[in-house]
């Protein structure tokens, strides 16, 4: 088998025009019309609303029990016929004709340019800004008050610093074709599919056909899982086979168990957490299903069947915080009132315990951290030197990037002047709002060091593999070691450490869709720049109207505004930064072990260097990735065992089966199915939230108990007894 039959080649070849990348070559075109126009009127115009109503919506949702995510693809969609409409409607007249303001309302044919534009817009307001946690902790959870224009600040700057790292960083990260950004491929796929005008084959169906029949399929088939039957997320018939057996069921469950033998056939959980199995390349998949397999079917069973920090005692797969004898932890008993940590409450109700899976999901993420960065230093550190030395003068490039030269890029000084101004007016905040935010100055430098630093490393990683980990693990532990005592300081260093970062991941994305695209680069940051300062702005405003308006938003007695993860927020901000880690995984703590996992981690990647080192013709072993593969549970919990058996399934379907046996036809349908799916998803699950979940109209009959697993969660300690589980363990 070839190399290509697995992954994408890392070799520019010396004779080939196009991409190096197969997947790249099969779904990019490899031609540019400069002649069209791109900062239209209605792209100003749809790309500015959808970023408000997305951003509205997203926001709204976010505080609900059921929090509803809508996604840019639905923006994508729903703005062709309002794009088409306004080309008819709208009129041609040129204002100011002569001067050097001359504009039209309407230049023509909606093209696909203004459409990309668009989505960008879409993007900023399709995901959450993370920052809005900091803002809703203090001022519900611990009840201090915070004005709007410290959360302005905070929200703003950690959502746009990001674009510092991408302007420094793109030339490593957007120009080179070996960084391919898989997930993109998906987006072009279904711009080519809703622009490009193609003759149907005989006996098949063109691509927008293809698009349309998929999304209808899945729009059509999505009320069964999210309403009429929504245990089609997680079959887990082992529990039905033994339903009062902890053990069968703790194997079986495929929400709160090892998921063995569990069918999800539920898209919105096969790609909910890793991203759609479509867009990953086979080889990234392989690597997740090896780290998880070991992780899930072999490190944890061990740890809890052999009782290891008194595995049996909790859960075998939870998040959730306990006492010693498998009791919920009382968080509020150990703070004071000044919202500080409680030293002599905490030593009267015992250690924090964790489930032993929980436990090692923070390993996990030391370990895939430093695997990261010694990965990318062996693997990649001559290509990044070389960059560095020639920054790909008189080096060859690839067609694309030869396209987009034809067009004025972005000075890099725009780039610094975005940092330099962030940095001084985050600084500025910290320190004159100080009893607001409690983070020095110093943390603010420390925080941005952090992002700095691992930017390039998971930038390389997300942009070869589709899969990246996260900093929110190493930015807690770090304050929390440093400056522990302080939640709010805590869950600020974070925020500017771990989102600054995961924006320029998503800023240097934005610019491989456009360089894909031959978006001109001072258009798309512009876009970019524009809707993210809109999205920030709805944002806030949005969350500051329901935390006004709302007398028990947040509380749990409330039917409807519970805000699940806010307070996933504030008891991560409680553990690292009130209590610490140093009382958790440092000498104090019980968990002291997972601390080698940063060893373990940094000499994985050396082995397999060495490994393809002493065998070079064994290109086998170049495919193991370990950041990958050892950080594959990074997203469990919440993420859950059927959520990673579907989505492996359907990435060796598209990945391995379809890419290596039926090229052709993985060519013109898997990006496009892709979209389809994520689409038809997301029209329906808004449909059937606005209709059906507002008026908390629901049905309650077996196939919409989501797991039927009830015992899968009890422990199996003699002598522990939790309530809602049987005294028998078997």
């Avoid at 991408?166 to 599919?193: C, D, H, K, T």
């Avoid at 430098?445 to 070869?464: D, H, K, N, Q, S």
């Avoid at 991941?505 to 512009?526: A, E």
């Amino acid at each position: 088998m070839e190399e290509h039959d697995l992954r994408a080649p890392l070799i520019q070849h010396p004779h080939n025009d196009n991409s190096p990348i197969k997947q790249v070559a099969l779904t990019v075109p490899t031609t540019d019309d400069t002649s069209l126009p791109v900062l239209t009127f209605r792209m100003w115009v749809l790309g500015t609303f959808s970023c408000v109503l997305l951003s509205f919506l997203n926001q709204f949702f976010w505080y609900r029990t059921e929090p509803l995510s809508i996604t840019a693809i639905s923006a994508q969609i729903a703005v062709v016929p309002l794009g088409q409409l306004m080309a008819a409607k709208v009129t041609d007249r040129v204002f100011f004709k002569g001067s050097w303001c001359e504009f039209t309302m309407n230049p023509g044919p909606f093209n696909v340019k203004e459409h990309v534009l668009i989505t960008i817009f879409a993007n900023s307001g399709a995901g959450t800004v993370y920052a809005i946690h900091v803002v809703t902790g203090v001022k519900i959870f611990y009840k201090q008050h915070m004005s709007f224009f410290v959360s302005l600040i905070v929200v703003v700057t950690t959502q746009v610093l990001g674009f510092g790292w991408a302007g420094i960083f793109r030339r490593y990260l957007v120009e080179p074709a070996e960084m391919w950004w898989p997930s993109n491929l998906v987006q072009v796929s279904l711009f080519r599919a809703l622009h490009e005008k193609e003759k149907r084959p005989k006996g098949g169906v063109t691509r927008t056909q293809f698009f349309l029949i998929a999304f209808t399929c899945s729009f059509a088939y999505y009320i069964f899982p999210g309403y009429l039957f929504q245990m089609l997320t997680s079959l887990s018939w082992v529990c039905w086979i033994f339903p009062s057996s902890i053990m069968a069921q703790q194997v079986g469950s495929g929400l709160h168990g090892l998921g063995i033998g569990a069918i999800g056939l539920d898209w919105s959980s096969i790609s909910s957490y890793l991203g759609s199995p479509l867009a990953s390349p086979w080889f990234a998949t392989a690597n997740v299903a090896v780290g998880y397999f070991l992780v899930m079917y072999v490190i944890t069973p061990l740890a809890y069947w052999f009782n290891v920090y008194n595995a049996k005692n909790f859960p075998f797969f939870s998040d959730g915080l306990f006492t010693a004898d498998g009791q919920e932890y009382n968080i509020t008993a150990i703070i004071d009132s000044n919202f500080h940590f409680d030293d002599d409450a905490y030593q009267q109700q015992g250690p924090l315990y964790l489930s032993t899976f929980f436990a090692m999901t923070y390993g996990v993420g030391f370990a895939a951290l430093a695997s990261m960065v010694v990965h990318v230093f062996l693997f990649h550190g001559s290509e990044i030197w070389e960059q560095s030395k020639s920054s790909f003068k008189d080096k060859k490039v690839d067609i694309h990037t030869r396209l987009m030269s034809k067009y004025k890029q972005v000075p890099e000084w725009w780039f610094w002047c975005i940092l330099f101004v962030n940095i001084s007016l985050s600084i500025f905040t910290c320190e004159y709002y100080n009893e607001q935010l409690q983070l020095p100055w110093w943390g603010v430098v420390l925080a941005c060091a952090i992002a700095i630093f691992f930017t390039l490393p998971i930038g390389i990683l997300t942009a070869i593999t589709n899969q990246a980990p996260g900093l929110n693990i190493i930015t807690e532990y770090i304050i929390g070691y440093i400056y522990p005592g302080y939640p709010v300081a805590n869950v600020c260093f974070k925020v500017y450490g771990y989102i600054s970062m995961t924006q320029a991941v998503t800023f240097l994305q934005d610019f491989k869709l456009g360089h894909y695209m031959k978006i001109p680069p001072r258009s798309m940051f512009m876009a970019q720049i524009v809707g993210t300062l809109i999205a920030a702005l709805v944002y806030l405003c949005t969350a500051w109207w329901l935390m006004e308006t709302i007398p028990d938003l947040c509380d749990s007695s409330s039917d409807v505004w519970t805000c699940p993860s806010d307070h996933v927020f504030y008891d991560a901000s409680v553990i690292w930064g009130l209590i610490g880690p140093r009382k958790i995984f440092g000498d104090q703590g019980t968990y002291t072990m997972i601390n080698w996992a940063f060893l373990i981690g940094a000499i994985a990647p050396v082995l397999v260097w060495l490994a393809h080192r002493a065998f070079p013709d064994q290109h086998w072993i170049t495919l193991i990735n370990m950041p990958v593969l050892i950080g594959a549970t990074g997203s469990m919990p919440p993420a859950t065992a059927v959520n990673y058996t579907a989505w492996i399934f359907v990435g060796f379907l598209s990945g391995f089966v379809m890419f290596r046996y039926k090229p052709e036809v993985w060519q013109r349908h898997n990006y496009v199915l892709s979209g389809a799916l994520d689409a038809g998803l997301a029209f329906m699950g808004v449909l059937l939230y606005l209709c059906l979940g507002l008026e908390d109209i629901g049905l309650y009959w077996w196939g919409n108990d989501l797991d039927g697993c009830p015992y899968a969660s009890c422990p199996t300690a003699p002598g522990v007894f939790v309530e809602g589980c049987p005294l028998s363990a078997f």
